[in-house]
């Protein structure tokens, strides 16, 4: 038996996808105008390999196993039928209504459907879905999984606990989608074993925007006691209180790399792969401030900015652009608590390596040259821009955080981490401007 899906982009069906009883999928696009989904699924006329296809879908929902099986059970007991949470076409089948980026899966022969009114959801709901790291509608969504004029269940891809949601006020007012309604706002809390991460998540997105990389933009906010980082969805858009889907897609899809493989040591996508995309695809400005987005990862402590963590974004005309950053947090504030001077951080890795090492203390200017060569970049455009953040991203961060005290409830231990994501992010400039001067070639 072969399933089909039909796959939507701005109310144009643009391509089907046939899963056989193997699990094997084939993808068809629709028409010879219609635009690629992918740069990894090109419209040119032939069919992408299974596994390319299957690793683009997946890359659509959370990367976390036990958030899959927990859909899956809750669809199960709405439909009276098992749902395979290794099946990730099985759950987009209920769950593919509003992804990240501007598609929409349906099953096929189905088209987008009117959208219900959006239901108000209160502060106080909103805290307790929180604190439970409820991270999707799941509960609801098995309760009219039998009724398929109801689609509007959303997936989040990515490991953290996450919660959708829209506004139209800046978060005055929050509402949920009961049909296939776009969200416009992604709330996270703090990540387990980091309390205070929410925080120093905000102040690392500010301090990148102080340095003029192009970021998506965020609001630190405490729900009846529960603190989260509130980021504005840089795949939407809103005007006059229309949500339109705008459609993007990280590295791993892009590079059509499992999202299993989303860091370099694990056999994913390495920096200079992504920068010669980004080159080939949006142009040299956008492969530059990738460029600076990984000195600015260098020089905080983001240890965690792997492939899915980048992303592409797709213009309607066809054009391509990097996507704001998002999801960038220092590690300073935690691994600088445990060494004895508050500040020193060997050891520190980055997820891509630059050049010929991933560990920060040791990237010399030889490593940017190296990642400029593989890129096509020009070696000392590349450095320089290196060496501008590394040296302005202190001031950058002590502003953000001097910000935070006159404006956010920050608390005595938010105090602490605080001062840690300065003085780390200091020391971390120190030594890369060390490195830059004594590793030149």
Not at 6 to 27: F, K, N
Not at 234 to 255: N, P
Not at 362 to 384: F, K, M, N, Q, Y
Not at 390 to 404: C, K
């Amino acid at each position: 038996m072969i399933r089909a899906l039909d796959i939507w982009r701005g109310g144009r069906h643009d391509a089907t996808l046939s899963i056989a009883a193997s699990g094997e999928v084939a993808m068809k696009y629709t028409s010879p105008d219609a635009p690629r989904i992918s740069a990894s699924l090109p419209n040119d006329g032939m069919r992408p390999s299974p596994e390319t296809v299957r690793h683009f879908f997946e890359g659509l929902l959370p990367d976390r196993a036990e958030v899959r099986s927990g859909w899956a059970d809750v669809l199960s007991e709405g439909l009276g039928a098992p749902v395979d949470p290794a099946d990730p076409f099985a759950l987009l089948r209920y769950l593919g209504s509003d992804v990240a980026g501007a598609l929409q899966i349906l099953p096929s022969g189905e088209t987008p459907g009117r959208v219900d009114p959006l239901v108000r959801v209160d502060d106080r709901e909103i805290a307790s879905r929180l604190r439970s790291r409820s991270v999707s509608s799941a509960s609801t969504a098995g309760a009219r999984a039998s009724d398929r004029s109801n689609v509007g269940w959303f997936a989040l891809a990515g490991g953290q606990s996450k919660l959708a949601l829209t506004s139209f006020d800046g978060g005055s007012s929050w509402y949920e989608s009961t049909d296939c309604a776009p969200s416009t706002h992604i709330l996270k809390p703090s990540a387990a074993g980091h309390p205070g991460q929410a925080l120093i998540e905000h102040l690392s997105l500010e301090g990148a925007a102080r340095l003029g990389l192009d970021v998506a933009r965020s609001e630190y906010r405490i729900f009846y006691g529960t603190p989260a980082l509130i980021s504005e969805r840089h795949d939407r858009a809103v005007a006059d209180d229309e949500i339109m889907r705008l459609h993007q897609e990280d590295l791993c899809q892009a590079l059509g790399a499992a999202p299993a493989r989303k860091y370099e040591s694990d056999g994913g996508p390495r920096a200079h792969e992504f920068a010669r995309l980004i080159l080939d695809d949006a142009g040299h400005h956008d492969a530059m401030q990738f460029v600076r987005s990984l000195a600015y990862s260098a020089v905080i402590g983001s240890a965690d900015g792997h492939a899915k963590n980048y992303a592409l974004r797709h213009g309607e005309d066809g054009s391509v652009t990097l996507a704001p950053l998002y999801d960038v947090c220092s590690f300073h504030p935690w691994a600088s608590s445990r060494r004895p001077t508050g500040t020193e951080l060997p050891g520190l890795h980055l997820a891509f390596a630059v050049g010929s090492t991933s560990r920060i203390e040791s990237i010399t200017a030889g490593d940017w040259e190296l990642l400029a060569r593989r890129s096509g970049l020009e070696e000392g455009e590349v450095v320089a821009a290196a060496a501008e953040v590394i040296a302005a991203a202190p001031d950058a961060i002590a502003d953000a955080v001097r910000s935070a005290r006159g404006s956010l409830p920050v608390t005595v231990e938010d105090e602490r981490r605080m001062a840690r994501l300065v003085g780390g992010t200091a020391h971390h400039a120190r030594m890369m401007r060390a490195g830059i001067r004594g590793g030149a070639q």
